[in-house]
């Protein structure tokens, strides 16, 4: 699977939108990107996922160049309860069952700040 | 739907102990997996089982055995416990229908060998 690069730490404002970038420039054409997020100690939490159209449900919205090679989260009103660390997986279902092969790096620890 | 269930949340061993850490899902879901998250790190993939009666390795399977008799539990076994394996455990389930589907996560197992 393709790695992902993500910034290390980011703060927003609370209310505002907060975009969390990451990078995927060896993406292949079958790999989708997951977001998923881990506040404090417990399991992650999915977000959202795409292939290369932008998606949008109840959480977030996720923005893919249209070359794939990178992407964007968007909590579009960012809350106290957003802190937490995200994380920017590619991954391609085809060549895995379900998701066993989602690996999950360090991903952005991101500050709602009051 | 309870989701995820593992047991204890915390533990602490000897070294040498032996030990399950238990897991459950309510969901029919075929996928399931165990990860491992140790302090400032991402989550890496120890074991996962795509059905009753199969099992495969992940990342990071030394010392830490797996079976899967139903659908619904999925244990992980650690033999003799070593120092090396204090972390946070963490069990995921997911359903495949083909599209992708999200991994749903337990609260985790905080899990101490002295």
């Known amino acids: 699977d393709a790695k992902t690069t993500q910034p290390t730490s980011m703060d927003c404002a609370e209310g505002r939108a907060a975009n969390l970038p990451c990078n995927h420039s060896t993406i292949s054409g079958n790999e989708y990107v997951y977001w998923y997020r881990q506040i404090h100690s417990q399991g992650p939490q999915y977000i959202i996922h795409?292939?290369?159209n932008n998606e949008t449900n109840e959480m977030a919205s996720l923005i893919i160049t249209e070359d794939r090679k990178s992407s964007t989260l968007i909590l579009p009103h960012a809350t106290l309860r957003d802190t937490a660390v995200y994380y920017c997986?590619?991954?391609?279902?085809?060549?895995?069952?379900?998701?066993?092969?989602?690996?999950f790096g360090t991903g952005t620890r991101l500050t709602i700040i009051p | 739907n309870a989701g995820v269930t593992q047991t204890p949340k915390f533990q602490v061993l000897k070294t040498g102990q032996s030990m399950t850490l238990q897991c459950a899902q309510d969901?029919?879901?075929?996928?399931m997996s165990w990860y491992r998250q140790d302090p400032g790190m991402g989550l890496r993939l120890i074991h996962y089982s795509v059905g009753a009666g199969i099992t495969d390795q992940g990342e990071v399977p030394n010392g830490y055995n797996v079976s899967r008799s139903t659908t619904e539990d999925f244990p992980l076994r650690l033999l003799s416990a070593a120092p090396s394996q204090t972390s946070v455990y963490f069990c995921?389930?997911?359903?495949?229908?083909?599209?992708?589907?999200?991994?749903?996560f337990g609260s985790g197992t905080q899990l101490s060998v002295l």
């Open positions: 969901m029919n879901h075929e996928y």
């Open positions: 795409g292939l290369k």
């Open positions: 995921a389930s997911s359903s495949w229908t083909g599209i992708n589907e999200k991994l749903f």
């Open positions: 997986i590619v991954s391609d279902h085809l060549a895995n069952f379900g998701n066993e092969k989602l690996t």
